[in-house]
């Protein structure tokens, strides 16, 4: 087997393990703040699970993440949605906004993990406040793809188009009547949304995530003490 060979694969397992996981865990906090906030659909639709099966879309978890890897963009992708009855929840649509944000800041915290994890253990180096990692080393690239998969379910989860996330916190705080009514048009339609701007307006799309990734790669480097 080619070197050349062996690096892609090693590159699509990376990318599938830590989807999975990062997904695994994002659905899962939306299902354990649901159950705080006295909504047990999650618990009782078996979402409350670390079982991949109960979690994973073939399309958003596995075919777009890994058809981004291989075209070396910004990697993105979702899973399938938590059952959450929001009439059960606290605070209603302020519940569910924190139902909803709990997901992107797992993924936020899953990055800043892997980032701390590899900075310390050496898998990547900072420059000039700029981070390097090495291709040729799995680990390094490794916790790289943690980094940059996390940040990338994060950025894309908080776009205020229904149903991901970032919706349901415009829901919250819009004005009753038209933004409202006008989200919950568009929710009828769930995810061919998603599918018709990832079509139309990937370059965009991307645009935004990169620079949004570059900035908080910022951030986290001063943490770091990186200049």
Known sequence: MSDDLTHTLGYVFAVFIITLFSMILHELMHGVVALRLGDDTAKYSGRLSLNPLKHIDPVMTIMVPILLALMGGPIFGGAKPVPINKYKLKYREW??????????????ILALVFFLVGYWAG????????????????????????????LGFMLFNI????????????????PEGGVRVFMEQIERYGLFVVYFCLLFFGTALSFYMSGAMNAILRFFTMLVGGA
Do not use: C, H, K
């Not at 519940?95 to 936020?108: D, S």
């Open 95 to 108: 519940g569910f906004a924190l139902v909803a944000i709990a997901g992107p800041l797992t993924n936020f």
């Open 123 to 150: 898998a990547f180096q900072i420059q000039n406040g700029e981070v390097y990692y090495s291709a040729d080393s799995f680990w390094s690239m490794f916790a790289m793809l943690g980094v940059s998969i996390n």
């Open 159 to 174: 776009i205020p188009i229904p149903p991901l996330d970032g919706s349901r916190v415009l829901y919250a705080i819009a």
